[in-house]
């Protein structure tokens, strides 16, 4: 049976087919997948991100992924994830808890917006997983730099001598780092699934291309570097080294006013 647009109940066979046999009825076209499409999980997530509690799925998430088209039937979805502890009291995701009567479970969609559904769960759970590495780090970072920052204050206060103002160098280019390292994590925080390297969600990009970008004020070390190993270059650098030196006396002495 299924809800008629003028509201009265109907049977539809192909329906009932579905729910009892799917895999005999599966249609393996690109519009029946269970995989959401980029942009749907990029509402999805800026959608999470921007709510008080960005882990828990509340009644419009459904909705906005575009596993359903209502809001209405999406809170019908999520009081019947709720009421069988697939989400939690707090929102959470708990992919243990789907089982094999889920079919019966979530009766008022079909099957291929089950497996929308299942697809949604299972990466809004490793969403999750990726939120909280990030937050753990972002902590940490926050402890490491408050850290690094009472060493700076204690460093400026200290005597001016040139071994205290090395270490001071020292203290404000690690902060320098940690900051930069907090800002890189809150970066990937704030990047959508669509957004995404590889090699900067593995941490196995160049820190520097990530620092400077593709500013053009970044000097071009690599065409400096080719041309002091080129060979043709070695009769030059040799005129340069074994040019006379120019004496011009000793240095003026200081003379103290009388």
């Given amino acids: 049976m299924y809800r008629k647009r003028n509201g009265s109940l109907g049977f539809s066979f192909t329906r009932f087919a ?28 800026m959608h999470q991100i921007a709510s008080t509690d960005p882990y828990a799925l509340d009644e419009r998430s459904f909705y906005v992924a575009g596993v359903v088209d209502s809001e209405s039937v999406s809170r019908k979805v999520y009081k019947a994830l709720k009421k069988y502890t697939i989400l939690g009291n707090d929102g959470i995701v708990d992919t243990h808890k789907i089982g094999p009567r889920f079919p019966h479970q979530l009766a008022m969609l079909n099957i291929p917006r089950q497996k929308e559904l299942v697809g949604m769960l299972f990466w809004w759970e490793e969403e999750c997983q990726r939120l909280r590495k990030l937050n753990a780090e972002e902590k940490e970072l926050d402890g490491l730099i408050a850290d690094a920052e009472a060493r700076v204050a204690v460093g400026t206060e200290g005597d001016d001598c040139s071994g205290r103002r090395e ?68 009769i030059n650098r040799r005129g340069v080294e074994e040019a006379p030196r120019e004496d011009h006396g000793p240095p003026p002495g200081y003379l103290p006013s009388t």
Avoid: W
Avoid at 26 to 45: G, N, Q
Avoid at 172 to 177: E, G, P, R
Avoid at 186 to 194: A, D, E, G, I
């Fill in 18 to 45: 579905h729910a009892a046999v799917p895999n005999f009825f599966e249609d393996e076209s690109p519009v029946r997948t269970a995989d959401l499409t980029a942009y749907r999980r990029d509402m999805c997530y």
């Fill in 167 to 234: 270490d001071d160098r020292g203290a404000k280019l690690a902060l320098d780092q940690l900051r930069f390292a907090r800002e890189r994590v809150r970066m990937k925080k704030r990047q959508r699934p669509s957004q995404r390297r590889v090699d900067v969600e593995q941490d196995k990009d160049d820190i520097v291309m990530a620092f400077h970008g593709r500013s053009k004020s970044v000097p071009n070390m690599t065409g400096q570097l080719s041309g002091m190993t080129d060979p043709s270059n070695d």
